[in-house]
């Protein structure tokens, strides 16, 4: 049986793996309180725990883009995702930081396939003009995710205890993975793909080069660091309101495990809204006139102007006050870093997508281990003040990089087989 417009069930199915990627990795953030408590923790060990991740994920953005395509999107995507969600509920028998870290380690690894994996499948299944609301969709996961941690893991915490919150979690990716291996099949092989739609992106691909690519080729190619450096910039606030808010709400503002649930939430869901918002804001810029490359160029820039928010958090008295500007933060983050990543489609050859975006998703996260290492070891001595100035300046140097490295790519004018 043929299915009308597959290539949106398909990007439904990657959502609901970064679904469960994001409730994997926002664990730790929301369980941090409970967990530090129990076991004796410091801010200095846990800022290790929590850097672990982003080094081992800069890591893992290259690896993984690797595999992927180098094996194919069914076999690789799922067996990473069954693997993070083993290391997550792994955690939930550490009894000191070390161990916990090496998990964390592993979950980096593995847990960076969902990029490399997202991106892959939208240069596969969707037209260049649909890419950024596509990479909006199955980005939509990382805020829902973000979203449902708060109350699923103090659910976990106040029935059961901060290990079964990681359980849980874990539990909830083993079932996608087996989903996602049952279900999916590439384009070419697709008994339900319409021929018609498969012909409509294939004739908008990047022209494929005739030579092998190799990882040396790409890295040298301008465009690669102009989608790079700006995650370089932007990856840090994600990791902060991931991993550091919830702990400075409850250490700085004071709140309580039953507040956390109730707010901590709020800024992932504003970041939904950023996510769809990257897509059509690029889109109607299109539909003005303006080519796919500047479309996503203007709306990186007015999001990253909207990051500003981010610097006031540490001088407004309101705790609420707070925790909307860290809304808008999160709303203006998705949106800057959807546009930013979905870019890898548009000046890549679909066959070099996953190791592009893998080697983008390396620096930012690289970005995110130096902050979070640097936060961790400073923030006893000078507060969170200046860490969340530096969050709101970042992105205008990244819009920047954006604006002047860009080489316009060849498209090809017919359809490609390879």
């Not at 953005?61 to 094996?71: L, M, N, R, S, V």
């Not at 076999?75 to 930081?97: D, H, Q, R, V, Y």
């Not at 679909?350 to 390396?362: H, I, L, N, S």
Request: hydrophobic share 55%.
């Amino acid at each position: 049986m043929k299915i009308k417009n597959l290539r949106w069930y398909i990007i439904v199915l990657v959502m609901l793996g970064t679904i469960t990627n994001y409730l994997a990795r926002s664990t730790l953030g929301v369980a941090a309180p409970e967990m530090m408590k129990t076991l004796g923790l410091s801010s200095e060990q846990y800022s290790w725990i929590v850097s672990v991740f982003p080094f081992t994920y800069a890591i893992g953005g290259i690896a993984c883009g690797f595999i992927i395509d180098k094996f194919g999107l069914r076999l690789s995507f799922a067996l990473l995702a069954a693997l993070w969600s083993i290391f997550n509920m792994l955690t939930g028998l550490c009894s000191t930081w070390l161990p916990m870290a090496w998990l964390r380690g592993g979950l980096g690894l593995t847990e960076a396939a969902f990029n490399p994996a997202g991106m892959k499948v939208t240069a596969e299944w969707f037209p260049a003009k649909e890419r950024g609301l596509a990479c909006g969709v199955y980005s939509l996961g990382t805020s829902v995710g973000a979203m449902l941690a708060p109350p699923l893991v103090v659910w976990a915490i106040v029935n059961y205890n901060w290990e079964m919150s990681f359980v849980v979690t874990g539990a909830i990716g083993i079932v996608w993975a087996v989903i996602w291996y049952i279900f999916y099949r590439s384009p070419e092989q697709h008994p339900a793909l319409i021929k018609a739609e498969h012909d409509a992106v294939l004739a908008d691909q990047i022209e494929v080069v005739k030579e092998k690519a190799t990882l040396r080729s790409i890295i040298t190619n301008r465009n690669l660091w102009a989608i790079s450096l700006p995650r370089f910039m932007a990856d840090p606030a994600w990791g902060t309101l991931h991993y550091w808010m919830p702990l400075y709400l409850v250490t700085v503002r004071h709140m309580d495990m039953a507040h956390i649930a109730m707010f901590a939430w709020l800024p992932f869901l504003t970041a939904d809204f950023g996510c769809i918002f990257a897509g059509y804001l690029s889109r109607i810029l299109v539909n003005r006139g303006f080519c796919v490359l500047n479309a996503k160029r203007i709306t990186f820039t007015f999001a990253s102007i909207l990051m500003l928010s981010m610097a006031a958090v540490g001088f407004v008295t309101d705790v609420y006050i707070a925790i909307a500007l860290f809304c808008v933060a999160g709303f203006a983050h998705q949106c800057l870093s959807i546009t930013v990543i979905s870019m890898s489609s548009d000046l890549f050859p679909k066959q070099e997508v996953g190791t592009a975006t893998g080697f983008a998703a390396f620096t930012g996260s690289m970005g995110n281990f130096l902050f979070g290492l640097f936060l961790g070891a400073m923030v006893t001595v000078i507060g969170y003040n200046a860490f969340f100035v530096g969050l709101g300046v970042f992105d205008l140097i990244g819009a920047l990089f954006l604006w002047t490295l860009i080489k316009t790519p060849k498209k090809t004018t017919q359809a490609i087989t390879a």
